[in-house]
């Protein structure tokens, strides 16, 4: 059997984009997932939403807790998680229908630890494509080097990684919901023994969503980044 994929989906207030985002997951030419959808405690009409579609597809399990942030929904998930990988999908942005046999079947012929890939930035009215750079184990201090100099992409949401990387270690998981990607990615690249890069837009990062953390003021993004940093550090 092919190797099964936890795809974990944090929710929160995102009842106008969610049902696109779940298509793209359960839609995939990919079949062996279990799609773990954490709903942080969402005042809309989310849970309607998510109830339809675990009634219409047994791969769908709902997970419900109060609010608490996208940091602590991705770590319930994680905690909940059985596939042999593991990847995150924002519930504003959806999948290329192919991506997770893409990344797969990439995973199978170099067992890498993570396979990342590209990305196409959605602003309602034009997309853009951003290309990731090449890295392999050997350039890894790099990779995590750049992903806080923002030349390369801290995003969770590009990395396809073993769920051993998180079960065998102690990952620090940031109480804040800024920046939580890189500090999360850097440490599961650190213990991560091979890494491919998969040159393919993927993924579809909305960025016209006025209710995302990163649409939040400036002041409060830099305090929540450095004090996920004094907490890692």
Known sequence: MSPKISVIIPIYNVEAYLERCLRSVLDNTYHNLEVLCVNDGSPDGCAAILDRFAAEDD??????????????????GLDAATGDYIVFVDSDDW???D????????ADETDADIVYFDLVKE?????????ERDYTVETKEDFIV??????????????????????????????????????????IIFYAESLVHLPEA?????????????SQSRVKRHISSTINMLDLY
Not at 99 to 106: H, N
Not at 161 to 177: A, E, H, Q, S
Request: aromatic fraction near 14%; charged fraction near 25%; glycine fraction near 6%.
């Open 123 to 131: 602003y309602g009215d034009r997309t853009s494509y951003k290309r």
């Open 95 to 97: 999948l290329e229908l």
């Open 202 to 214: 993927l993924y579809h990062y909305r960025k016209d969503n006025p209710d995302s953390f990163c």
């Open 99 to 106: 991506a997770v046999e893409k990344v797969m079947a990439k």
């Open 146 to 187: 750049n992903m806080f100099n923002y030349r390369s992409f801290g995003y969770t949401v590009t990395k396809c990684f073993k769920r051993k990387l998180y079960t065998d270690n102690v990952i620090y998981m940031p109480k804040l919901g800024m920046h939580e990607d890189i500090y999360m990615m850097s440490q």
């Open 59 to 76: 791969r769908v399990q709902i997970l419900n807790k109060s609010n608490g942030g996208i940091s602590s929904a991705r770590n319930m």
